[in-house]
Nanobody
Framework: QVQLVESGGGAVQAGASLRLSCAAS????????MAWVRQAPGLEREVAAA????????YYADSVKGRFTISRDYAQNTVYLQMNSLKPEDTAVYYC????????????????WGQGTQVTVSS
């Protein structure tokens, strides 16, 4: 079992940066694939970024490529999402998610989920 707690969301203006953090508990954190999944109002959940357990593989949705960076700190059991050049269309609830499958999943059907953190970007 893995428990995930997100932090770092907020309301910013377009062009600003935010860093989301996801603190994970559980001894098997290091073997899980981690992702940041977002859901905008009226839309389905979307995998914005994901990172494999080895950190050798990362995935970014086309809409965030070049602006977002996902990383993980094994010593701190934490996953981060650095978001730069934020746009109003990045407004969403951002969920941290973990999966026992070692490869990155592009569909938002991960095994474990955090409670989500709101990111609001105004123009």
């Amino acid at each position: 079992q893995v428990q995930l707690v997100e932090s770092g969301g907020g309301a910013v203006q377009a062009g600003a940066s935010l860093r989301l953090s996801c603190a994970a508990s559980g001894r098997t954190f290091s073997t899980y694939t981690m992702a940041w999944v977002r859901q905008a109002p009226g839309l389905e959940r979307e995998v914005a970024a994901a990172i494999s357990w080895s950190t050798r593989n990362t995935y970014y949705a086309d809409s965030v490529k070049g602006r977002f960076t996902i990383s993980r700190d094994y010593a701190q059991n934490t996953v981060y999402l650095q978001m730069n050049s934020l746009k109003p269309e990045d407004t969403a609830v951002y969920y941290c998610a973990a999966d026992r499958v070692p490869s990155i999943k592009l569909t938002p059907d991960y095994d474990f989920w955090g409670q989500g953190t709101q990111v609001t970007v105004s123009s």
